[in-house]
Each structure stands twice: as C-alpha cells, then as structure tokens.
C-alpha cells in the first residue's frame, strides 16, 4: 500500500489560514506520503470560477489515477475553493473509494459547525474511512450527526513548523499579544479592551484592524505573514478569543472555538508564548492540564490573574511551552497520527 497526500497550491494570504495546511503538507511528505497537486483559485469573480472548475476537474481526475486502487490518500478538508467548485472532486473520490483506495480526511474545519450548510461537507465526509479530528468534543460532534467512520483520529494542537526558529527574551508578562484576522465581526472585543483595569498592553498582530477609537494600552503591530510572526511576537501572553465580548466568547466564531483547537494557539506557543484561552473552549482542559496557559470566563480577570501569579509559577508555565513548544515545531501532532494510521495496516 502507497500512501498518498492532496496538497494544494498555496495561498497568498498573510494570515494562518494558509500556514496550517502549507505545514501539513510538508510533514505528510517528510513521513513518506507521496505528494498529489491540486490547485485552487487566488482571485474572484464569476470567470475565475468557471477557469477554477476545468481545473479542479482535470486536477482530480490525475489524483484518482495517480491514487491507484488500494493505496492510502490523505485529503485536507474542506478544500481550499470555493464550496461549489469544491463539490467537483466528489465523483474523483467517488472512484478512489470504489478502487478500495482508503480515504482519510484531515478536517481543518466544520462549516456545520458555524451554522453553515454546504452539500459538499457532508458527501466528502460520508466517503471518508478515517477521519483526523481536533479534539473529543470534534469528534462527539460527528459521531452524533450519525457518520460511521472505521477510525477517528484525534489530532491535537495543529504543528507550526518555524525553520530556524530563535526563542524571543525576556517576556513581559504585562504584555498580550492578540494575532489573527481582526475583523470586526470576529474580533468586535477589542473596541471594548479600554474596559478591562490594570495597565495591560495589548499588541495586535494581522489584517482588517479598524480602530474606533484610540486606547493608548491597544498598540497596533501590523501584519505579517505567518512564517515571520514567531520573530516578532516578543509579548508574555498569546489570546485566543473571538467574538464581540470581553465577557465571553459569543456570536458564530466564539461558538466555534467549543469545537476546534484553533491554530493561533500553537502559533503562540510554537513561538514560546502562554496562552489565554476562554474557559469554555474545546482546549480550556488541555491547557491547565499541561500548564501551558491561563483560562478564563471573561476577560475581566485575567488583570488579576496575572497579578497574583508568582514569578516561579510564570517560569514554570514558560518551562512546559518551551518543551510543547518545540514539539509543534518539529510535527509530532501529525508525526504521531500517521504512525497510528501505519499501524492499523
């Protein structure tokens, strides 16, 4: 049995949406997995869909010959295209699965899950027979929508590879770094940081920001494409909070993190950074199991939070994000799945 892996040509964008499936990728075929092309549209528009839609097909018709029949493929889902071009590759899977091609997907997200129904989300996953999942709470998700899968594999923290990565210096534990994509309806929050107390800086990391109104603690640091980020995040804490609210975590994209393991948590500790999670998030358990972070119900607390810690407290949450730090770098998160899929051969 062969193993194979779908990459697609890499996005432009400077924001992670392209960094965890780019990184994906390259673990994959540094374990072995043979590389197939696919590529997908960069621009919009009616005549860019329709140039994508000869693509995807003759794309995916050179995937399901090059699969063969009874190899192993690892598809990233959803395809990074548009949801209706997408839906072109079902057929081609279609015909892997009937030639015992096994099929597993690597799910990166659920538009179920944001309230958003797409044909393709569940025909591509009814054709799957293994599925790489987040986290158990993903992974109950599924199971109660009534997908048989023959094995769900839970996958943890997504890896964040950073060729040559240099650890930043001291850090301020008074300092927050908030990285992303910072628009409005996913990051309505940070209007209302005036509201917290204490004398917290919060330096904000990505595309879209649009200042209200100016707050002398919120310090906007520009965007940077996310294999540069980790040399720049220099703060003592990472934020992964989404929504409209410094109270919780609320709307459609705070919802969403009950469900995923969101990548700016790896970004910020594959870069050496604790996190601050919202305490009702999928990973709020996992992080104070591994003391990698702080969690919390609203941001209200996390003023006196931090002041309360102690500076040996702080260097030993530093310790154990150095240690799973380095292990993000390195892939084990995929390293670790693929050698689960080997085994059950």
Known sequence: MKNFCVVEKNSRENHAGSKARNDVAEILENCGYIPVCVHHSEEKGTLD????????????????????????????????????????????????????????????????????????ERKFLELADEVIVHNEKMKQYLLEKGYHFQKIHILGLFDYLIPGFKPAGDRNRREIAIAGNLKPEKCGFLNDLKKIPGDLEYHLYGPNYQETEKNPQVIYEGQY?????????????????????????????????????????????????????????AIAPWIQEQNLGITVRSLEEIPDIINRMTDKEYKEMLDNVQKKGQQLREGSSLKKITDEIESNE
Request: net charge positive.
């Open 49 to 120: 869909k329709i140039k994508m839609s000869a693509v995807t097909i003759s794309d995916w018709q050179r995937v399901s010959k090059t699969a063969g029949s009874g190899n192993r493929i690892i598809i990233q889902y959803p395809l990074a295209m548009y949801p209706k071009v997408s839906q072109l590759a079902v057929p081609f899977v279609q015909k892997m699965k009937k030639k015992n091609t096994r099929i597993i997907l690597l799910i990166h997200d659920l538009e179920s899950l944001r309230g958003l129904v797409f044909a393709s």
């Open 225 to 281: 494409a996310p294999e540069q980020l980790p040399s720049v995040l220099k703060e003592g804490w990472g934020l992964v909070w989404d929504g409209g609210s410094i109270y919780e975590c609320e709307g459609t994209f705070g919802g969403y993190l009950k469900f995923n393991n969101p990548h700016k948590a790896s970004l910020y500790l594959a870069s050496g950074m604790p996190v601050i999670v919202w305490n009702q998030a």
